[in-house]
């Protein structure tokens, strides 16, 4: 296992310390699972994930939209 692999075992083991013992259970499940699944299914699931927003409109509408719907708001910091 490489130093950077062994830095995200132990940085994600410190997340799970707060989760209840069933949850750690399910996750254990799900991991086991993730082991024992195909390549062609784990590449099949990556590439059904593209589109995934339903809208019948155009991207460049989608990205109006959002724009216009931002809000910023000045806040000072005084230090």
């Known amino acids: 296992m490489s130093f ?6 132990d940085t994600y083991s410190s997340l799970f310390e707060g989760l209840s ?17 195909e390549e062609s299914a784990k590449e099949t ?13 155009a991207a460049e509408e989608i990205i109006a939209d959002i724009k216009m719907n931002r ?4 806040k000072r910091i005084e230090f």
């Open 21 to 37: 013992s069933s949850s750690k259970l399910e996750l254990i499940e799900n991991l086991s699972k993730s082991l024992t699944m």
């Open 71 to 74: 809000k910023f708001r000045s």
């Open 45 to 57: 699931k990556f590439y059904k994930s593209f589109g995934a927003l339903g809208s019948e409109k």
């Open 4 to 9: 950077a692999d062994k830095h995200i075992v």
